[in-house]
């Protein structure tokens, strides 16, 4: 396995530790919507934005599916289910955030793709584990 993809599997599951990484990457997400509408490069491409915030959205639905899965719950689909809804409220908290930041504005379609793409990346978690956990018992 190579070294980049070694230090993603092996990102801790267990204890506190295991939402560092998402709230790392809320982090960046956070900071990159505090910047200011007109200090980022003009796009002429329609709902270019949209294609950012799934693209920003999706790791944190994997991450969070990831840190969700080693909770108590016996059943993995409710953490699939607090993952999206966490990464969701993230959304609208961001959007909401973004009403404060010149030249920004708040979006219920982009909350709507924010919250698509915490799905997908959730659904993607759960299907490699669905593989890794199927490869391991064949």
Known sequence: MRPVARFFWNIPTSG??????????????????SIPGDRYPRVDIPNADKGMHALLYLP???LFARATA???WRQRWIGLVIAVVAGCVFGATDEIHQI???????????????????????????????TILRAKSA
């Not at 404060?100 to 708040?106: F, G, Q, S």
């Not at 919250?115 to 959730?122: D, E, K, L, N, W």
């Open 16 to 33: 506190p530790s295991r939402y560092l990484f998402p709230i790392l990457w809320m982090l960046v997400i956070f900071i990159l919507s």
């Open 70 to 72: 080693g909770e108590w």
């Open 60 to 62: 944190v639905g994997w």
């Open 100 to 130: 404060w930041t010149p030249h920004r504005e708040c979006s219920m379609a982009d909350w709507v793709v924010d919250c698509a793409a915490v799905g997908v990346g959730a659904l993607l978690w759960w299907a490699s584990e669905v």
